[in-house]
């Protein structure tokens, strides 16, 4: 038995069409897109044709996509580009305030508590027992002096999909930006700005069957961000430096592929994530728990509590499944705290560290999900029981 991958909501393979189509400029096709010769004119108009096929996943405008080197970034550009343009513009609001919830990624906190670090007020909405903020908590943390909103479509822990465009309509004809962190979600479940309704949105590549280290922000048309980092124009001047040719180009091959192919997947990994848990309650003696289970959640992702049963030892003698990340952060090895989402979500330290996330995807197969099933079931019985958590 080789190695079952089900970690895809941690990275995701390379798919086998954007590595052939990354190869020729990782060799002949390798000069800088500015220069005017036809060598820089082939790598130029390559970045314009990813730009489309991402223009085309999220279904917008070509002009309103911004390549970065991945969510993060994206994260960043987001919010603190948006933050400079804010107070340069807003003489009357002395301390403009900020809204997010308590289960953002952690680029959106850290961002945020630098923002509050310099003069932003900072309002961190929470989320209830399923990890769904509601439309009436978030329009009751809005304030007067609100400028700008960040909620994650989706959370990569438990899945926990979020009502966007409800919230879109509460903020519709203010003056609040409303930026979304969607890194978890493009791949998974539709991402159409359509149906978001968010004015910034940020997605990486190597969520989405890409190469690592590209992603995009979406920034609508008639939005205006500061830059962060500073240099040449390209990428409209809000991202300067070298452009990563290649991994544009895979980015955009990726972005094209689940544009034809993320309905057909969604569907397979829906079947395949509800018949692993069918086998896994079928074979093992206890009642599995379901974090999030009343909610939308990815089409992918089980959040899965163990009874009895430490997760670092029950994927130990797994030892053949990749899976994860656990209810606490840290390795087998150490403890480093409670999840930041499952403690927002009211979960237990216990039961926090018995909680096993496990996410499929493109090239998960029957085969696998069959196996995988067998592993977990051989390690809960094999492995003492009333471990506490340390």
Known sequence: MGLIYLD????????????DVMIPYLGERFADPANPHWLGRVSREAIEDARGF????????????????GGTESVNLALLGAASYIQSISSEVQRPHVLISTIEHASVLRTVAWLEQHGWEVTRVPCNSQGIISV???????RPNTRLVSIAHSNGEV??????????EVLEDSPILFHSDAVQSAGKIDCGIDQLGVDLLSISGHKMYGPKGVGALYVREGIELYPWMHGDWRERGLRPGMINVANIV???????????????????????????????????PCALKLHSNQVPRLPNTLSLVFPDRRAVELLRRASELCAGPLGHHGSSDSFQGLSSTLAAMGVLPQ?????????????????EIEQAADLLAEAYISTDGHVQAG
């Open 8 to 19: 895809y909501n941690s990275t995701t393979p390379l798919a086998g069409c954007v590595r």
């Open 54 to 69: 991402v223009a085309s996943f999220l279904r917008c405008d070509a002009s309103e996509i911004i390549f970065t080197s």
């Open 136 to 142: 009436h908590r978030f329009e009751d943390a809005l």
């Open 159 to 168: 899945g926990v999909i979020q009502p966007l465009l409800q919230f879109a």
């Open 250 to 284: 895979g980015f955009g091959q990726a972005a094209r592929l689940l544009t034809r192919a993320q309905q057909d997947l969604a569907d397979q990994m829906t079947e395949q994530r509800d018949r692993l848990l069918h086998l896994l309650e079928s074979r093992l």
């Open 351 to 367: 039961e926090a560290a018995n909680t096993i996330n496990l996410s499929l995807g493109m090239f998960s197969t029957d085969a």
